[in-house]
Structures are given as structure tokens and as C-alpha cells.
């Protein structure tokens, strides 16, 4: 009557006192029941006479791999007939192969999630997670009227590391920074790592701008406290950009002016943070096309030396000079070392600028 009020149960346990004494498969039942005068012979035999009295029986704490694995290796009927499971040797439930397949499927899928959606480094969220996460803030900022802030980070000095130390360490730094920065945000926030020294944190819903600069200047504070890695003390710091929603409402523009805030940052020293202004725009433009006109400077023999004397007043007379580097722009006129030097180191033309 069990098997008949259950039409989907394929078999069930036979279990005593919490131990496991064999599994009753419904197909052997019927069958058995089916045959000429089956009640009249089977009605009084005890119920063991029907039952697999060697069970597949599996630890609820077996890893799914090695249970795969058994199964395979036991014998397939065990895919449909099912296994036992114990906790400690007592029963706690039954299995079938199917929910085992469907346990894989739905691992493979969280672990193809993951793939698509976290830094394989950091397992911090990535620039295609980051975004996702970004655009749903920006509709819920807008329906709160609140203000998001975007900070595009990159590390200062980390090339220098990287190279002297090896890409390990520079791997180890990577991870201990991501670790530094979660713990300097809400758990409501987001920071992402977009690539290489490259992270972005998402503030969404703060009340007010100042918010942002002490978000910030928290992370400028922990970063530069040393990082020990592998007996090795390294110290580093980082360039923040930061802009706002809704003053800049398009996703991507968030993003480019959050750049063009850090390059500005960067460009002062490093090791602080400066929000965006429209201004930023124009020096961003002068800047990309300084850096695409330097490479055609030094061929062309557009730069110059200017001496600057040096002057005993005692003596009165010029005993020395300083020689200055200028830029002689056919376009924009005579050029100061500020304007190009940081380009020159960023683009490796220094070396053949000071030659």
C-alpha cells in the first residue's frame, strides 16, 4: 500500500533503532506482488525477504566527487535505486543519483557564475559584475534621490615592485590589498578589481559628498600603512578618482571621468584622491594630445636647452650653468618640463628626452 499511495518513491529505507538495515526497491515489490498466488506465498514472509540487504551506504560529509566516483564504480543501479545516507552511522535521509546529478549541475553553474563574475586572484567582483551591480544602483539612487560615488584606484609604484620583486609577490600584494580595501568599506559596497593594479568601489545611496572623501581618505590612510610580504616590507600607495551621480548620469561617463579624476590625482605626486570636475576635461584632451604629439617632438628636434646661470656675487661673475629642457611646440609655444615629463616617464621616452 506504501509503494501504491507513492507512484514517484523508487525505493525505501529499512532502517532500526537509527541504524540502516537495507533498502526495499518498489520495482522488486510489484513484481514479486504480481505473480500467481504472490500474496498467499509472500503476505506472512518478514519483510527482509524483499529487501538489499547490502545497501549503498554513504557519510553525509563525503565529498560529491568521491561520491560520483563510488557510484560509478559499485554499479549504476545505485543511480536509480539510490543510497543511504548517515551522519556519525545513523540514518539521516536517502539519495539517488539524479539529485546527485542535479547537486553537479547546479555546482558547475555557481562555479561558471563565479568564472564569469569574480577576479580569479582577489575573488573579488569583476568589471562585467561590477557594472551590473553599478547600473542597478544608479535606478535605485535615482528612485531614493540619493548620491552614488564611483573611485577608480590604481596603485602607485606597483610596476616598480612587480618587476624587482617578481609577479608572485606582486600576485600576494594584489590579494592583500583587496583584503585592505574591503575593510575599509559597508558590506553594502562593492569593490571590484577591473585588472592588473586597477580596483573600482561602488558607494551607493550616501547622503552627502563629504562621505566620499572620507571613504577615500580611509583607504589612503590604510594603504599606506607597509605590507609584509614574504619577509619582504613593502610600502605603496594609490591614486583615487571619484565622481558622482547624478551630476554625471550615464554609466560610462561615471566611469571615464572617475579615470580622468585619478590620472589628475596621479599627476600631482600620487597618493591622493580628487574628485571630478568639468574642468578635468580640458586637461585630459591637452594631456592625449601632448602624449601622441611627444614620440613626433623627438624626432623633429623639437626640444630645446635653455642655461641657467650660476653667479658668484662675490665675484661677480657666471662660474656655471643649469641646463633646462623645453619644449618648443609648433602649436602651443614653449612648453615647461612640467607639462611633459610625467608623459615622457609614463611612455619610456625619458631615456632618449635626457640623452
Known sequence: ?????????????????????????????????????????????????????????IDMHTDIDDLSH?????????????????????????????????????????????????????????????LDRLSQTMAQAHRNERLVAVMLLDLDRFKAIND????????????????????????????ARLGGDEFTILLPEIRYIQDAATVAQKILDTLAQPFLLDGHEVFIGTSIGISLYPFDEELNALLRNADTAMYEAKRH???AYQFYTAEMNTASLRRLSLEGALHRALERGEFVLHYQPLVDLIRGEIVGAEALVRWQHPELGL?????????????????????
Open 1 to 57: 500500500q506504501f509503494f501504491t499511495d507513492n507512484p514517484k518513491l523508487v525505493a525505501i529505507p529499512i532502517v532500526a533503532h537509527d541504524l540502516p538495515r537495507g533498502i526495499i526497491n518498489r520495482k522488486t515489490v510489484i513484481e514479486s506482488f504480481t505473480k500467481p498466488f504472490a500474496r498467499e506465498l509472500l503476505g506472512r514472509k518478514p519483510i527482509a525477504s524483499l529487501m538489499d540487504r547490502r545497501p549503498l551506504v
Open 70 to 130: 563510488t557510484i560509478m564504480k559499485s554499479g549504476m543501479h545505485y543511480m536509480h535505486d539510490g543510497f543511504i545516507i548517515t551522519e556519525g552511522g545513523r540514518y539521516a535521509g536517502m539519495g539517488t543519483g539524479y539529485d546527485l546529478m542535479r547537486t553537479i549541475t547546479e555546482r558547475t553553474q555557481a562555479n561558471l557564475y563565479c568564472l564569469a563574475h569574480y577576479d580569479g586572484l582577489t575573488g573579488l567582483p569583476n568589471r562585467l559584475l561590477f
Open 164 to 191: 624587482t620583486l617578481g609577479h608572485t609577490m606582486g600576485d600576494l600584494l594584489l590579494k592583500s590589498v583587496a583584503e585592505r580595501l574591503v575593510s575599509c568599506v559597508r558590506e553594502d559596497d562593492t569593490v
Open 269 to 271: 605626486g600620487g597618493n
Open 335 to 355: 612648453l615647461g618640463p612640467m607639462e611633459f615629463i610625467p608623459l615622457a616617464e609614463e611612455n619610456g621616452l625619458i631615456i632618449p628626452l635626457g640623452e
